[in-house]
T-cell receptor
Framework: QKEVEQNSGPLSVPEGAIASLNCTYSDRGSQSFFWYRQYSGKSPELIMFIYSNGDKEDGRFTAQLNKASQYVSLLIRDSQPSDSATYLCAVVNYGGATNKLIFGTGTLLAVQP | DAGVIQSPRHEVTEMGQEVTLRCKPISGHDYLFWYRQTMMRGLELLIYFNNNVPIDDSGMPEDRFSAKMPNASFSTLKIQPSEPRDSAVYFC?????????????FGSGTRLTVV
Protein backbone atom coordinates (compact mmCIF):
# COMPACT_ATOMS: atom_id res chain seq x y z
CA GLN A 1 0.00 0.00 0.00
CA LYS A 2 1.33 3.41 -0.96
CA GLU A 3 1.64 5.94 1.84
CA VAL A 4 -0.42 8.55 0.01
CA GLU A 5 -2.83 7.52 -2.71
CA GLN A 6 -4.57 9.62 -5.32
CA ASN A 7 -6.52 8.77 -8.44
CA SER A 8 -4.25 9.72 -11.33
CA GLY A 9 -7.15 10.89 -13.47
CA PRO A 10 -7.56 12.73 -15.68
CA LEU A 11 -10.53 14.28 -13.94
CA SER A 12 -12.45 16.27 -16.50
CA VAL A 13 -14.98 18.90 -15.41
CA PRO A 14 -16.77 21.64 -17.34
CA GLU A 15 -15.95 25.26 -16.68
CA GLY A 16 -17.91 26.60 -13.71
CA ALA A 17 -18.43 23.19 -12.11
CA ILE A 18 -17.04 21.93 -8.80
CA ALA A 19 -13.95 19.75 -9.06
CA SER A 20 -13.46 17.25 -6.26
CA LEU A 21 -10.02 15.78 -5.69
CA ASN A 22 -9.45 13.01 -3.19
CA CYS A 23 -6.52 11.58 -1.26
CA THR A 24 -6.08 8.80 1.30
CA TYR A 25 -3.09 8.18 3.51
CA SER A 26 -1.86 5.21 5.49
CA ASP A 27 0.01 6.75 8.44
CA ARG A 28 -2.46 7.43 11.26
CA GLY A 29 0.16 9.65 12.90
CA SER A 30 0.02 12.13 10.04
CA GLN A 31 -0.57 15.60 11.38
CA SER A 32 -0.63 18.10 8.55
CA PHE A 33 -1.94 17.84 5.04
CA PHE A 34 -1.12 19.89 2.00
CA TRP A 35 -2.40 20.41 -1.51
CA TYR A 36 0.04 21.48 -4.18
CA ARG A 37 -0.77 22.50 -7.72
CA GLN A 38 1.70 21.72 -10.48
CA TYR A 39 1.35 23.08 -13.97
CA SER A 40 3.01 21.11 -16.75
CA GLY A 41 6.74 21.78 -16.77
CA LYS A 42 6.61 23.82 -13.57
CA SER A 43 7.37 23.19 -9.92
CA PRO A 44 4.75 22.34 -7.29
CA GLU A 45 3.08 25.34 -5.69
CA LEU A 46 1.39 25.19 -2.29
CA ILE A 47 -2.28 26.16 -2.45
CA MET A 48 -3.84 24.82 0.76
CA PHE A 49 -2.91 23.20 4.05
CA ILE A 50 -5.06 21.77 6.83
CA TYR A 51 -4.36 20.09 10.14
CA SER A 52 -7.73 19.95 11.93
CA ASN A 53 -10.70 17.78 11.11
CA GLY A 54 -13.34 19.58 9.11
CA ASP A 55 -13.28 22.12 6.33
CA LYS A 56 -10.96 24.98 5.54
CA GLU A 57 -11.91 27.50 2.89
CA ASP A 58 -9.71 29.89 0.93
CA GLY A 59 -11.39 31.63 -1.95
CA ARG A 60 -12.61 29.05 -4.44
CA PHE A 61 -10.71 26.26 -2.67
CA THR A 62 -11.94 24.14 0.24
CA ALA A 63 -9.83 21.48 1.91
CA GLN A 64 -11.62 18.79 3.89
CA LEU A 65 -9.99 16.48 6.42
CA ASN A 66 -11.30 13.35 8.11
CA LYS A 67 -8.57 11.79 10.21
CA ALA A 68 -10.73 8.87 11.33
CA SER A 69 -11.15 7.83 7.72
CA GLN A 70 -7.61 8.95 6.79
CA TYR A 71 -9.05 10.98 3.99
CA VAL A 72 -8.39 14.47 2.71
CA SER A 73 -10.01 16.22 -0.22
CA LEU A 74 -9.83 19.44 -2.19
CA LEU A 75 -12.86 21.10 -3.71
CA ILE A 76 -12.47 23.74 -6.38
CA ARG A 77 -15.62 25.78 -6.95
CA ASP A 78 -16.36 27.60 -10.20
CA SER A 79 -13.58 25.71 -11.95
CA GLN A 80 -11.68 27.67 -14.58
CA PRO A 81 -9.54 26.44 -17.48
CA SER A 82 -6.58 27.99 -15.64
CA ASP A 83 -7.15 25.43 -12.87
CA SER A 84 -6.11 22.66 -15.26
CA ALA A 85 -3.04 21.15 -13.64
CA THR A 86 -1.87 18.20 -11.58
CA TYR A 87 -2.88 18.40 -7.91
CA LEU A 88 -0.57 16.74 -5.43
CA CYS A 89 -1.61 15.69 -1.96
CA ALA A 90 1.11 15.59 0.68
CA VAL A 91 1.15 14.55 4.34
CA VAL A 92 3.64 14.92 7.16
CA ASN A 93 4.15 13.19 10.48
CA TYR A 94 6.13 15.40 12.82
CA GLY A 95 6.99 12.53 15.15
CA GLY A 96 10.67 12.73 15.98
CA ALA A 97 10.67 16.41 15.02
CA THR A 98 11.00 15.61 11.34
CA ASN A 99 9.53 17.69 8.60
CA LYS A 100 9.27 15.10 5.83
CA LEU A 101 6.42 15.47 3.34
CA ILE A 102 5.23 12.36 1.58
CA PHE A 103 3.54 13.08 -1.74
CA GLY A 104 0.93 11.23 -3.70
CA THR A 105 1.44 10.80 -7.41
CA GLY A 106 -1.11 13.49 -8.20
CA THR A 107 -4.44 13.86 -9.97
CA LEU A 108 -4.56 15.54 -13.35
CA LEU A 109 -7.46 17.97 -13.56
CA ALA A 110 -8.74 19.15 -16.93
CA VAL A 111 -11.30 21.97 -16.94
CA GLN A 112 -13.14 22.10 -20.24
CA PRO A 113 -14.17 25.57 -21.52
CA ASP B 1 12.91 36.93 -1.53
CA ALA B 2 14.33 35.17 -4.59
CA GLY B 3 12.90 31.82 -3.59
CA VAL B 4 14.71 28.51 -3.92
CA ILE B 5 17.23 28.73 -6.73
CA GLN B 6 18.34 25.67 -8.68
CA SER B 7 20.90 25.32 -11.42
CA PRO B 8 21.17 24.32 -14.13
CA ARG B 9 17.57 24.35 -15.44
CA HIS B 10 18.37 21.71 -18.02
CA GLU B 11 21.20 19.22 -18.22
CA VAL B 12 21.89 16.76 -21.01
CA THR B 13 24.77 14.40 -20.44
CA GLU B 14 26.11 11.14 -21.72
CA MET B 15 25.86 7.94 -19.78
CA GLY B 16 28.80 7.51 -17.45
CA GLN B 17 29.43 11.20 -16.93
CA GLU B 18 29.27 12.97 -13.59
CA VAL B 19 26.37 15.33 -13.02
CA THR B 20 26.15 17.97 -10.30
CA LEU B 21 22.91 19.74 -9.47
CA ARG B 22 22.93 22.84 -7.30
CA CYS B 23 20.49 24.45 -4.92
CA LYS B 24 20.32 27.64 -2.89
CA PRO B 25 17.54 27.51 -0.28
CA ILE B 26 15.53 30.43 1.02
CA SER B 27 17.52 32.38 3.57
CA GLY B 28 16.55 31.38 7.10
CA HIS B 29 15.04 28.04 6.14
CA ASP B 30 16.53 25.22 8.19
CA TYR B 31 15.36 22.24 6.14
CA LEU B 32 16.43 21.36 2.62
CA PHE B 33 15.02 18.52 0.56
CA TRP B 34 15.97 16.88 -2.72
CA TYR B 35 13.18 15.23 -4.70
CA ARG B 36 13.11 13.41 -8.00
CA GLN B 37 10.00 13.43 -10.18
CA THR B 38 9.14 11.00 -12.95
CA MET B 39 5.87 10.15 -14.64
CA MET B 40 5.94 6.62 -13.31
CA ARG B 41 6.91 7.26 -9.68
CA GLY B 42 5.83 10.82 -9.03
CA LEU B 43 7.75 12.90 -6.48
CA GLU B 44 10.24 10.80 -4.55
CA LEU B 45 12.18 12.17 -1.59
CA LEU B 46 15.86 11.40 -2.03
CA ILE B 47 17.45 13.05 0.99
CA TYR B 48 16.87 15.90 3.40
CA PHE B 49 19.01 18.08 5.63
CA ASN B 50 18.30 19.92 8.86
CA ASN B 51 20.70 22.72 9.73
CA ASN B 52 23.09 21.40 7.06
CA VAL B 53 23.16 17.87 8.55
CA PRO B 54 21.80 14.95 6.48
CA ILE B 55 18.90 13.43 8.40
CA ASP B 56 17.41 10.82 6.11
CA ASP B 57 19.02 9.54 2.92
CA SER B 58 16.95 6.38 2.66
CA GLY B 59 15.51 7.56 -0.63
CA MET B 60 18.85 7.82 -2.40
CA PRO B 61 18.61 5.11 -5.04
CA GLU B 62 22.15 3.80 -4.84
CA ASP B 63 25.75 4.70 -4.16
CA ARG B 64 25.99 6.60 -7.42
CA PHE B 65 24.01 9.38 -5.75
CA SER B 66 25.49 11.67 -3.12
CA ALA B 67 24.41 14.98 -1.60
CA LYS B 68 26.17 17.60 0.45
CA MET B 69 25.25 20.78 2.23
CA PRO B 70 28.48 22.56 3.18
CA ASN B 71 26.65 25.62 4.50
CA ALA B 72 23.17 26.99 5.06
CA SER B 73 22.95 28.57 1.63
CA PHE B 74 24.14 25.83 -0.70
CA SER B 75 23.57 22.17 -1.46
CA THR B 76 24.62 19.83 -4.23
CA LEU B 77 23.29 16.54 -5.53
CA LYS B 78 25.82 14.53 -7.49
CA ILE B 79 25.34 11.50 -9.70
CA GLN B 80 28.44 9.58 -10.68
CA PRO B 81 28.33 7.75 -13.02
CA SER B 82 25.03 8.81 -14.56
CA GLU B 83 22.71 6.32 -16.28
CA PRO B 84 19.74 6.81 -18.63
CA ARG B 85 17.33 5.73 -15.88
CA ASP B 86 18.42 8.77 -13.87
CA SER B 87 16.62 10.97 -16.38
CA ALA B 88 14.02 12.94 -14.40
CA VAL B 89 13.25 16.36 -12.99
CA TYR B 90 15.13 16.99 -9.78
CA PHE B 91 13.60 19.47 -7.36
CA CYS B 92 15.12 21.13 -4.36
CA UNK B 93 12.79 22.49 -1.67
CA UNK B 94 13.31 24.31 1.59
CA UNK B 95 11.23 24.83 4.70
CA UNK B 96 11.37 26.26 8.17
CA UNK B 97 9.90 24.63 11.24
CA UNK B 98 7.69 27.08 13.02
CA UNK B 99 6.36 28.79 9.91
CA UNK B 100 2.60 28.90 9.71
CA UNK B 101 2.09 25.96 7.43
CA UNK B 102 5.38 24.02 7.49
CA UNK B 103 4.97 23.73 3.75
CA UNK B 104 7.82 23.53 1.37
CA UNK B 105 8.89 26.03 -1.24
CA PHE B 106 10.17 24.34 -4.35
CA GLY B 107 12.79 25.51 -6.77
CA SER B 108 12.16 25.50 -10.50
CA GLY B 109 13.81 22.12 -10.89
CA THR B 110 16.57 20.69 -13.04
CA ARG B 111 15.49 18.55 -15.97
CA LEU B 112 18.17 15.90 -16.39
CA THR B 113 18.46 13.84 -19.54
CA VAL B 114 21.07 11.09 -19.68
CA VAL B 115 21.64 9.71 -23.16
Amino acid sequence: QKEVEQNSGPLSVPEGAIASLNCTYSDRGSQSFFWYRQYSGKSPELIMFIYSNGDKEDGRFTAQLNKASQYVSLLIRDSQPSDSATYLCAVVNYGGATNKLIFGTGTLLAVQP
Amino acid sequence: DAGVIQSPRHEVTEMGQEVTLRCKPISGHDYLFWYRQTMMRGLELLIYFNNNVPIDDSGMPEDRFSAKMPNASFSTLKIQPSEPRDSAVYFCASSKIGTENYGYTFGSGTRLTVV
